[in-house]
């Protein structure tokens, strides 16, 4: 069974300060590695991706892998009330981009 | 910006009625996807599509969903028989290669009575 885990929160956050989500998968065959945010009722818009292990920077956010401890994780600096989501791991398995979702962690920025 | 654009967003149906939720993928796109989301739970992946043939599915995936591109634009869902368990928000995907990056549509919401 290939398993996504996430704590579900919600996690919250003044706002201005660093966000950290974090996600462990179970299969260590997993490729790829990808965080989405999803508003209530809303579909995932993606956010980051991520292949290698180490950190991906991309303006606010920041995904790090450790394959060797199968782990990904996010940072969101300067958290603003528009970051408020749920924000979902999502990992693929060999080759092929079939993702295995996580519950998500649902993200409170307070102002 | 391309998107990938879904309808209808909201279908009501009665249970044992047939369901065809439809998807049109982002143009040059190759890959296309269909997952679902019961309310509250997972985003779980149903079926992936390319070359006109299924390429993988899930054991929610049975009889009575099939899958179908018509013609060169649209991709449909097909639920034959619906119960009142399918109630979901099914969400279509596209990606312009197998490793690629997944696009989703805003989704279509199914409520079975």
């Known amino acids: 069974q290939k398993e996504v885990e996430q704590n579900s929160g919600p996690l919250s956050v003044p706002e201005g300060a660093i966000a950290s989500l974090n996600c462990t998968y179970s299969?260590?065959?997993?490729?790829?590695f990808f965080w989405y945010r999803q508003y209530s009722g809303k579909s995932p818009e993606l956010i980051m991706s991520?292949?290698?292990?180490g950190d991906k920077e991309d303006g606010r956010f920041t995904a790090q892998l450790n394959k060797a401890s199968q782990y990904v994780s996010l940072l969101i600096r300067d958290s603003q009330p528009s970051d408020s989501a749920t924000y979902l791991c999502?990992?693929?398995?060999?080759?092929?981009?079939?993702?295995?979702f996580g519950g998500g962690t649902r993200l409170m920025v307070k102002p | 910006e391309p998107e990938v654009t879904q309808t209808p967003s909201h279908q009501v149906t009665q249970m044992g009625q047939e369901v065809i939720l439809r998807c049109v993928p982002i143009s040059n796109h190759l890959y296309f996807y269909w997952y679902r989301q019961i309310l509250g739970q997972k985003v779980e992946f149903l079926v992936s599509?390319?070359?006109?043939?299924?390429?993988?599915k899930s054991e929610i995936f049975d009889d009575q969903f099939s899958v179908e591109r018509p013609d060169g634009s649209n991709f449909t869902l097909k639920i034959r028989s619906t119960k009142l368990e399918d109630s979901a928000m099914y969400f279509c995907a596209s990606s312009p290669s197998l490793d690629g990056e997944l696009f989703f549509g805003e989704g279509s919401r199914l409520t079975v009575l």
């Open positions: 991520i292949y290698s292990n």
């Open positions: 599509f390319y070359n006109n043939e299924i390429s993988e």
């Open positions: 299969d260590r065959g997993s490729q790829s």
């Open positions: 999502a990992v693929t398995h060999n080759a092929g981009n079939m993702l295995t």
